[in-house]
Protein backbone atom coordinates (compact mmCIF):
# COMPACT_ATOMS: atom_id res chain seq x y z
CA UNK A 1 0.00 0.00 0.00
CA UNK A 2 1.36 3.30 -1.12
CA UNK A 3 2.17 5.83 1.49
CA UNK A 4 0.13 9.15 1.39
CA UNK A 5 2.01 12.71 0.81
CA UNK A 6 1.33 13.76 4.36
CA UNK A 7 2.13 10.38 5.44
CA UNK A 8 5.70 10.37 3.53
CA UNK A 9 6.14 13.71 5.72
CA UNK A 10 6.41 11.33 8.98
CA UNK A 11 9.40 9.41 7.11
CA UNK A 12 12.10 11.92 7.11
CA UNK A 13 15.54 10.86 6.40
CA UNK A 14 18.46 10.24 9.21
CA UNK A 15 21.17 12.29 8.84
CA UNK A 16 23.30 12.45 11.73
CA UNK A 17 26.78 14.07 11.55
CA UNK A 18 29.17 13.18 14.28
CA UNK A 19 32.67 14.06 15.82
CA UNK A 20 34.28 12.28 18.53
CA UNK A 21 37.42 12.63 20.09
CA UNK A 22 38.80 9.78 20.50
CA UNK A 23 37.65 7.67 19.04
CA UNK A 24 39.08 4.13 20.87
CA UNK A 25 36.69 1.18 22.27
CA UNK A 26 35.29 2.66 25.29
CA UNK A 27 33.70 0.74 28.31
CA UNK A 28 30.18 -0.59 28.08
CA UNK A 29 28.89 1.65 30.74
CA UNK A 30 31.10 4.46 32.57
CA UNK A 31 33.02 6.21 29.65
CA UNK A 32 31.68 10.16 30.09
CA UNK A 33 34.36 11.42 27.02
CA UNK A 34 32.56 13.90 25.24
CA UNK A 35 30.61 12.86 22.02
CA UNK A 36 29.42 15.78 20.08
CA UNK A 37 26.35 15.18 17.80
CA UNK A 38 24.80 16.99 14.83
CA UNK A 39 20.33 16.24 16.12
CA UNK A 40 19.14 14.66 12.51
CA UNK A 41 16.63 17.62 11.95
CA UNK A 42 17.02 21.38 12.53
CA UNK A 43 14.87 23.26 15.10
CA UNK A 44 12.58 25.40 14.16
CA UNK A 45 11.64 28.36 16.06
CA UNK A 46 9.05 31.15 16.59
CA UNK A 47 9.95 34.28 18.15
CA UNK A 48 13.35 32.90 19.44
CA UNK A 49 16.54 31.75 18.15
CA UNK A 50 16.74 27.94 17.93
CA UNK A 51 19.58 26.23 19.86
CA UNK A 52 22.45 24.39 18.65
CA UNK A 53 21.99 21.30 16.50
CA UNK A 54 25.76 20.17 17.98
CA UNK A 55 24.59 18.42 21.11
CA UNK A 56 26.95 16.63 23.75
CA UNK A 57 26.79 13.45 25.09
CA UNK A 58 29.14 10.43 26.59
CA UNK A 59 29.42 6.55 25.83
CA UNK A 60 27.53 6.14 29.03
CA UNK A 61 25.01 8.70 28.07
CA UNK A 62 24.04 6.92 24.52
CA UNK A 63 24.19 3.33 26.43
CA UNK A 64 21.86 4.66 29.44
CA UNK A 65 19.57 5.98 26.78
CA UNK A 66 19.38 2.47 25.18
CA UNK A 67 18.92 0.74 27.98
CA UNK A 68 15.75 3.29 29.84
CA UNK A 69 14.16 3.54 25.98
CA UNK A 70 14.52 -0.67 25.55
CA UNK A 71 13.02 -0.66 29.09
CA UNK A 72 10.14 1.37 28.65
CA UNK A 73 9.60 -0.54 25.27
CA UNK A 74 9.65 -3.83 26.36
CA UNK A 75 7.45 -2.54 29.47
CA UNK A 76 4.50 -1.08 26.94
CA UNK A 77 4.51 -4.56 24.89
CA UNK A 78 4.29 -5.95 28.17
CA UNK A 79 0.93 -4.10 29.18
CA UNK A 80 -0.52 -4.99 25.92
CA UNK A 81 -0.31 -8.65 26.79
CA UNK A 82 -1.59 -7.94 30.42
CA UNK A 83 -4.65 -6.11 28.86
CA UNK A 84 -5.79 -8.70 26.42
CA UNK A 85 -5.09 -10.82 29.43
CA UNK A 86 -7.09 -9.22 31.04
CA UNK A 87 -5.15 -8.76 33.93
CA UNK A 88 -5.56 -5.09 33.29
CA UNK A 89 -8.54 -3.17 33.35
CA UNK A 90 -10.36 -0.25 32.19
CA UNK A 91 -8.38 2.69 29.89
CA UNK A 92 -5.03 1.74 28.77
CA UNK A 93 -2.78 3.94 26.60
CA UNK A 94 0.60 3.09 25.58
CA UNK A 95 3.37 5.03 24.94
CA UNK A 96 5.96 2.86 22.24
CA UNK A 97 7.17 4.93 19.79
CA UNK A 98 7.46 8.06 22.18
CA UNK A 99 9.98 6.88 24.35
CA UNK A 100 12.50 9.64 23.43
CA UNK A 101 10.52 12.33 24.65
CA UNK A 102 10.64 11.21 28.08
CA UNK A 103 14.13 9.99 27.98
CA UNK A 104 15.30 13.04 27.02
CA UNK A 105 13.53 15.38 28.81
CA UNK A 106 14.81 13.30 31.81
CA UNK A 107 18.73 14.00 30.35
CA UNK A 108 18.32 17.89 30.82
CA UNK A 109 16.52 18.28 33.90
CA UNK A 110 16.22 17.23 37.43
CA UNK A 111 13.56 15.54 39.86
CA UNK A 112 13.36 19.06 41.50
CA UNK A 113 11.23 20.36 37.53
CA UNK A 114 8.09 19.66 37.78
CA UNK A 115 5.95 17.24 35.28
CA UNK A 116 2.68 17.11 35.14
CA UNK A 117 0.75 15.01 31.78
CA UNK A 118 -2.08 13.22 30.49
CA UNK A 119 -3.42 9.67 30.22
CA UNK A 120 -0.08 8.16 28.30
CA UNK A 121 1.85 8.14 31.50
CA UNK A 122 3.61 4.93 32.37
CA UNK A 123 6.89 5.67 30.99
CA UNK A 124 6.93 9.25 32.01
CA UNK A 125 6.36 7.89 35.81
CA UNK A 126 9.41 5.42 35.07
CA UNK A 127 11.71 8.22 34.33
CA UNK A 128 10.87 10.08 36.82
CA UNK A 129 12.01 7.39 38.87
CA UNK A 130 9.54 5.10 39.76
CA UNK A 131 10.10 1.44 39.72
CA UNK A 132 8.47 -1.42 37.13
CA UNK A 133 6.77 -3.57 39.98
CA UNK A 134 5.29 -0.07 41.15
CA UNK A 135 4.21 -0.02 37.50
CA UNK A 136 2.62 -3.16 36.72
CA UNK A 137 1.03 -3.36 40.23
CA UNK A 138 -0.68 -0.25 39.84
CA UNK A 139 -1.68 -1.21 36.29
CA UNK A 140 -3.15 -4.50 37.79
CA UNK A 141 -5.12 -2.45 40.19
CA UNK A 142 -2.67 -4.19 43.35
CA UNK A 143 -2.02 -2.07 46.86
CA UNK A 144 1.88 -2.10 45.29
CA UNK A 145 1.34 0.18 43.19
CA UNK A 146 2.37 4.07 42.98
CA UNK A 147 -1.63 4.84 43.50
CA UNK A 148 -2.05 1.66 45.62
CA UNK A 149 -4.25 0.51 42.80
CA UNK A 150 -6.67 2.70 42.91
CA UNK A 151 -6.04 4.89 39.80
CA UNK A 152 -4.93 2.42 36.89
CA UNK A 153 -3.01 3.54 33.76
CA UNK A 154 -4.41 6.96 33.54
CA UNK A 155 -3.46 7.84 37.39
CA UNK A 156 0.26 7.50 38.10
CA UNK A 157 1.84 9.62 40.48
CA UNK A 158 5.16 10.15 42.30
CA UNK A 159 5.12 13.65 44.27
CA UNK A 160 8.61 13.24 45.54
CA UNK A 161 9.99 13.27 42.46
CA UNK A 162 7.93 15.77 40.94
CA UNK A 163 5.59 13.84 39.09
CA UNK A 164 2.35 15.27 39.49
CA UNK A 165 0.04 12.64 37.47
CA UNK A 166 -1.48 11.54 34.64
CA UNK A 167 -4.69 12.41 33.89
CA UNK A 168 -7.77 11.35 32.24
CA UNK A 169 -9.38 14.49 31.35
CA UNK A 170 -7.97 16.00 27.52
CA UNK A 171 -6.24 19.45 28.39
CA UNK A 172 -7.31 19.50 32.05
CA UNK A 173 -3.97 18.74 33.23
CA UNK A 174 -2.22 22.07 31.56
CA UNK A 175 -3.95 24.65 33.81
CA UNK A 176 -2.80 22.49 36.73
CA UNK A 177 0.99 22.59 35.68
CA UNK A 178 1.12 26.64 35.35
CA UNK A 179 -0.40 26.64 38.81
CA UNK A 180 2.73 24.28 39.56
CA UNK A 181 4.73 26.58 37.81
CA UNK A 182 3.12 29.70 39.73
CA UNK A 183 3.72 27.71 43.10
CA UNK A 184 8.22 27.37 41.61
CA UNK A 185 8.02 31.52 40.72
CA UNK A 186 6.08 32.43 44.20
CA UNK A 187 8.65 30.40 46.38
CA UNK A 188 11.47 31.52 44.22
CA UNK A 189 12.83 28.34 42.90
CA UNK A 190 14.92 27.77 40.30
CA UNK A 191 12.73 25.45 38.65
CA UNK A 192 10.38 24.91 35.75
CA UNK A 193 7.48 22.75 35.00
CA UNK A 194 6.73 21.02 31.91
CA UNK A 195 3.05 20.43 30.92
CA UNK A 196 2.45 17.63 28.38
CA UNK A 197 -0.25 17.42 26.19
CA UNK A 198 -1.05 15.77 22.52
CA UNK A 199 -1.84 17.21 19.81
CA UNK A 200 -5.52 16.73 20.36
CA UNK A 201 -5.63 18.38 23.44
CA UNK A 202 -3.59 21.36 21.59
CA UNK A 203 -7.25 22.68 20.55
CA UNK A 204 -8.56 23.04 24.25
CA UNK A 205 -9.67 26.60 25.04
CA UNK A 206 -8.19 25.96 28.71
CA UNK A 207 -4.65 25.96 26.91
CA UNK A 208 -5.24 29.54 25.83
CA UNK A 209 -6.44 30.38 28.58
CA UNK A 210 -3.62 28.75 30.94
CA UNK A 211 -1.03 30.36 28.81
CA UNK A 212 -1.82 33.77 28.50
CA UNK A 213 -1.69 33.81 32.51
CA UNK A 214 1.42 31.98 32.24
CA UNK A 215 2.73 34.83 29.55
CA UNK A 216 1.30 37.28 32.08
CA UNK A 217 3.23 36.59 35.22
CA UNK A 218 6.08 34.86 33.10
CA UNK A 219 5.99 32.12 34.68
CA UNK A 220 8.54 29.17 34.58
CA UNK A 221 6.15 27.18 32.44
CA UNK A 222 7.73 24.45 29.38
CA UNK A 223 4.39 23.55 27.22
CA UNK A 224 5.21 20.32 25.51
CA UNK A 225 2.77 19.30 22.77
CA UNK A 226 3.69 15.31 22.04
CA UNK A 227 2.53 15.86 18.24
CA UNK A 228 1.97 11.84 17.73
CA UNK A 229 -0.09 13.40 14.69
CA UNK A 230 -3.35 11.42 15.72
CA UNK A 231 -5.87 11.91 18.74
CA UNK A 232 -8.24 9.78 19.14
CA UNK A 233 -8.45 8.24 16.06
CA UNK A 234 -8.92 11.82 14.39
CA UNK A 235 -5.77 12.61 12.05
CA UNK A 236 -4.14 16.08 13.22
CA UNK A 237 -5.15 17.96 9.54
CA UNK A 238 -8.99 16.99 10.30
CA UNK A 239 -8.75 18.58 13.92
CA UNK A 240 -6.48 21.78 13.65
CA UNK A 241 -6.61 24.19 11.27
CA UNK A 242 -3.28 25.13 12.19
CA UNK A 243 -1.35 22.01 13.05
CA UNK A 244 1.84 24.03 13.82
CA UNK A 245 1.32 23.81 17.33
CA UNK A 246 4.83 25.31 18.44
CA UNK A 247 3.19 29.11 16.96
CA UNK A 248 -0.06 28.24 18.57
CA UNK A 249 0.56 30.27 21.36
CA UNK A 250 1.36 33.47 19.06
CA UNK A 251 3.14 35.79 21.83
CA UNK A 252 5.04 33.28 23.40
CA UNK A 253 8.17 31.72 21.45
CA UNK A 254 8.01 28.39 20.34
CA UNK A 255 10.28 25.43 19.14
CA UNK A 256 9.49 22.42 16.49
CA UNK A 257 11.68 19.59 17.87
CA UNK A 258 12.30 16.11 16.44
CA UNK A 259 10.37 14.06 18.87
CA UNK A 260 11.89 10.57 17.86
CA UNK A 261 15.65 11.99 17.94
CA UNK A 262 16.35 11.70 21.68
CA UNK A 263 19.62 14.02 21.55
CA UNK A 264 17.37 17.20 20.00
CA UNK A 265 15.05 16.43 22.68
CA UNK A 266 17.27 16.65 25.22
CA UNK A 267 18.77 20.16 23.60
CA UNK A 268 15.59 21.48 23.21
CA UNK A 269 14.37 20.73 27.02
CA UNK A 270 17.48 22.22 28.05
CA UNK A 271 17.27 25.35 26.36
CA UNK A 272 13.22 25.52 27.22
CA UNK A 273 14.57 25.67 31.00
CA UNK A 274 16.67 28.33 30.50
CA UNK A 275 14.42 30.37 28.88
CA UNK A 276 11.45 29.94 30.71
CA UNK A 277 13.88 30.54 33.99
CA UNK A 278 14.86 33.78 32.41
CA UNK A 279 11.52 34.73 30.18
CA UNK A 280 8.72 32.89 31.01
CA UNK A 281 6.89 30.48 29.04
CA UNK A 282 7.94 28.13 25.87
CA UNK A 283 5.85 25.77 23.60
CA UNK A 284 7.86 22.78 22.92
CA UNK A 285 6.37 20.65 19.71
CA UNK A 286 7.22 16.81 20.24
CA UNK A 287 7.37 15.60 16.26
CA UNK A 288 6.58 11.72 17.80
CA UNK A 289 4.82 8.77 16.84
CA UNK A 290 2.87 6.41 18.36
CA UNK A 291 3.00 3.02 17.45
CA UNK A 292 0.04 1.05 19.26
CA UNK A 293 -3.37 2.26 18.70
CA UNK A 294 -5.08 5.60 21.24
CA UNK A 295 -5.84 3.41 23.25
CA UNK A 296 -6.35 -1.03 23.83
CA UNK A 297 -10.16 -0.46 21.80
CA UNK A 298 -8.63 1.22 19.18
CA UNK A 299 -6.22 -1.11 16.71
CA UNK A 300 -4.60 1.97 15.04
CA UNK A 301 -4.61 0.60 11.96
CA UNK A 302 -8.47 2.10 10.55
CA UNK A 303 -7.34 5.87 9.79
CA UNK A 304 -3.85 5.42 8.78
CA UNK A 305 -1.84 2.68 6.48
CA UNK A 306 0.23 -0.46 8.18
CA UNK A 307 3.16 0.94 5.64
CA UNK A 308 2.81 4.05 7.53
CA UNK A 309 3.29 2.44 10.77
CA UNK A 310 6.67 0.14 9.53
CA UNK A 311 7.88 3.35 7.61
CA UNK A 312 8.01 5.27 10.66
CA UNK A 313 10.18 2.71 12.82
CA UNK A 314 12.32 1.65 9.79
CA UNK A 315 13.08 5.49 9.51
CA UNK A 316 12.69 6.82 12.70
CA UNK A 317 12.58 4.90 15.82
CA UNK A 318 14.93 6.77 18.62
CA UNK A 319 15.75 3.28 19.49
CA UNK A 320 17.13 2.16 16.32
CA UNK A 321 19.08 5.62 16.15
CA UNK A 322 20.67 5.29 19.41
CA UNK A 323 21.71 1.61 18.33
CA UNK A 324 23.09 2.70 14.90
CA UNK A 325 25.11 5.41 16.93
CA UNK A 326 26.32 3.75 19.32
CA UNK A 327 27.29 0.24 16.80
CA UNK A 328 28.98 3.04 14.63
CA UNK A 329 31.01 4.56 17.45
CA UNK A 330 32.11 1.05 18.59
CA UNK A 331 30.88 1.93 21.96
CA UNK A 332 29.06 -1.95 22.68
CA UNK A 333 29.02 -4.41 20.15
CA UNK A 334 25.78 -6.01 18.63
CA UNK A 335 25.95 -8.83 21.02
CA UNK A 336 26.25 -6.52 23.79
CA UNK A 337 22.94 -4.68 22.57
CA UNK A 338 21.22 -7.82 22.38
CA UNK A 339 22.38 -9.17 26.11
CA UNK A 340 21.10 -5.33 27.38
CA UNK A 341 17.47 -6.03 25.62
CA UNK A 342 17.27 -10.02 26.74
CA UNK A 343 18.29 -8.55 30.56
CA UNK A 344 15.36 -5.59 29.84
CA UNK A 345 13.16 -8.79 29.25
CA UNK A 346 13.73 -10.32 32.18
CA UNK A 347 13.49 -7.42 34.59
CA UNK A 348 10.04 -6.86 33.53
CA UNK A 349 9.58 -10.56 33.66
CA UNK A 350 10.19 -10.60 36.99
CA UNK A 351 8.37 -7.53 37.89
CA UNK A 352 5.31 -8.37 36.41
CA UNK A 353 5.26 -11.74 38.38
CA UNK A 354 6.13 -9.95 41.34
CA UNK A 355 3.06 -7.69 40.75
CA UNK A 356 0.75 -10.16 40.29
CA UNK A 357 1.72 -11.60 44.11
CA UNK A 358 0.72 -7.81 45.36
CA UNK A 359 -2.65 -7.78 47.10
CA UNK A 360 -6.05 -6.31 45.72
CA UNK A 361 -7.19 -3.24 47.22
CA UNK A 362 -9.49 -3.63 50.51
CA UNK A 363 -13.29 -2.36 49.63
CA UNK A 364 -12.45 -0.07 52.16
CA UNK A 365 -9.58 1.80 51.24
CA UNK A 366 -12.36 3.54 48.62
CA UNK A 367 -12.92 5.61 51.56
CA UNK A 368 -8.95 6.82 51.84
CA UNK A 369 -7.16 9.27 50.09
CA UNK A 370 -10.70 11.80 49.44
CA UNK A 371 -10.32 14.21 52.10
CA UNK A 372 -7.89 16.18 53.41
CA UNK A 373 -7.53 15.31 57.48
CA UNK A 374 -9.88 16.81 59.18
CA UNK A 375 -12.51 17.15 56.60
CA UNK A 376 -13.73 13.84 56.66
CA UNK A 377 -17.47 12.65 56.64
CA UNK A 378 -18.21 13.75 60.22
CA UNK A 379 -16.42 17.31 59.39
CA UNK A 380 -18.76 17.89 56.97
CA UNK A 381 -21.84 17.02 59.39
CA UNK A 382 -22.86 13.28 58.43
CA UNK A 383 -24.84 11.60 60.77
CA UNK A 384 -22.31 8.78 62.43
CA UNK A 385 -25.42 6.45 62.11
CA UNK A 386 -24.76 7.18 57.93
CA UNK A 387 -21.35 6.80 58.11
CA UNK A 388 -21.12 3.14 60.07
CA UNK A 389 -23.94 2.22 57.46
CA UNK A 390 -21.67 3.15 54.50
CA UNK A 391 -18.03 2.48 55.95
CA UNK A 392 -17.03 -1.44 56.47
Partial sequence: ????????????????????????????????????????????????????????????????????????????????????????????????????????????????????????????????????????????????????????????????????????????????????AFAQKYSKEEHVTFAMYGDGAANQGQLFEALNIAALWDLPAILVCENNHYGMGTAEWRAAKSPAYYKRGDYVPGLKVDGMDILAVKQACKFAKEHALKNGPIILEMDTYRYHGHSMSDPGSTYRTRDEISGVRQVRDPIERVRKLILSHELATEKELKDTEKAVRKEVDEAIAQAKESQMPDPSDLFTNVYVKGFGVEACGADRKEVKAVLP
Fill in 1 to 180: MALTHRASNLLKPISTAISCTPSLHRPFSSDTTTITVETSAPFTAHQCDPPSRSVDTSPKELLSFFHDMALMRRMEIAADSLYKSKLIRGFCHLYDGQEAVSAGMEAAITKKDCIITAYRDHCIYLGRGGTLLETFSELMGRRGGCSKGKGGSMHFYKKEAGFYGGHGIVGAQIPLGIGL
